[in-house]
């Protein structure tokens, strides 16, 4: 049995990799750095690895690294990452590789891989390797810090992962109430022959922050949300829950995700703290489709 919150420090926007049986996730800035690694070997116990990208692109303005995610290429290993870029003063997605999931991962572009400065930035990349090997990214318009909307993107990547390549697609934007003004976070989930897109909905220092999902048959679409409303959602034990990933252990799934004490939304202590909530896939009773089901959050989960 484990309790939740598995990491008490303040570690945002966690991502998780898995390589050779042990768990390293990675998050947005904090104390530890500008990208801080944890090591665990069952997603329950982490140890503090260190600063995974201690170098700062040519482009990037320190300060803002935010939600790093890591995806396998051959031999090594590539960082999604968001920072500030200095020239458009907006943030950015940039690319950088490490030979080992610890780090250290280097970016040396003088420009960042994507900076869409006309719709507010670009933040949240998050890779996604379909069956057939083919490589996409997904992200978010940073369009709530200029007022217009936000838009979840796709669009495919080279085979090394280094480049974009085609032309991105807008997928999803914030159009239900719960969501405010913002949606955030992409991460895709194969499952049953079909694709699921979670995503979260709102201000992250809100208590009003939780996580929707949408399903389609393509990673390119079209996506539909299901649900009116969120499938994880701030409770007594945990508020504003959100901006994760999924991960198997053993056969069974987990979503990796943030969420702060309650009472605490936005104050610097503890900060996001790192949950573990069990996700699971059962049949709609609209239409007998498999819907993904956040048990959470939780005090406990049983892991075995």
């Not at 590789?97 to 869409?116: K, N, S, T, Y």
Request: proline residues 9%; hydrophobic residues 40%; aromatic residues 10%.
């Amino acid at each position: 049995m484990a309790t939740n919150p598995v990491y008490l420090t303040n570690f945002p926007d966690p991502a998780v990799l898995e390589v050779d049986g042990t768990y390293w996730a990675y998050a947005t800035r904090n104390t530890n750095g500008t990208m801080p690694v944890l090591r665990s070997a069952d997603l329950v116990r982490w140890a503090e690895v260190g600063d995974g990208m201690p170098d700062l692109a040519p482009w990037v303005e320190p300060g803002l690294n935010w939600a790093p995610e890591v995806a396998v290429a051959g031999e090594r290993y590539v960082a999604y990452y968001t920072a500030h870029d200095r020239v458009t003063d907006v943030q950015a997605v940039g690319v950088a590789v490490a030979d080992a999931p610890q780090g250290p991962f280097r970016d040396h572009a003088e420009r960042p891989l994507l900076c869409q400065d006309h719709e507010g930035g670009s933040i949240d990349a998050s890779p996604f390797t379909d069956a057939d090997g083919v490589r996409w990214l997904l992200w978010k318009n940073d369009g709530n810090h200029v007022g217009v909307d936000t838009w979840i993107y796709v669009q495919r990547l080279s085979d090394d992962g280094l480049r974009l390549e085609g032309e991105p697609l807008r997928i999803l934007k914030q159009d239900q109430e719960w969501e405010g003004d913002l949606v955030e976070g992409p991460y895709v989930w194969p499952h049953g022959g079909r694709y699921y897109l979670f995503y979260s909905g709102n201000g992250f220092a809100s208590d009003r922050y939780g996580v929707g999902y949408a399903v389609a048959d393509a990673v390119t679409g079209p996506w539909v949300k299901p649900l009116d409303g969120p499938i994880m959602a701030t409770n007594e034990l945990a508020a504003g829950p959100g901006h994760g990933m999924v991960v198997e252990r053993d056969g069974r799934t987990w979503y990796v995700h943030h969420a702060w004490p309650p009472g605490a939304v936005g104050a610097p202590e503890p900060g996001r703290q790192t949950w573990l909530t069990e996700l699971t896939f059962e049949p709609s009773p609209d239409d007998g489709a498999d819907r993904p089901v956040l048990h959470g959050p939780r005090a406990e989960v049983a892991l075995d």
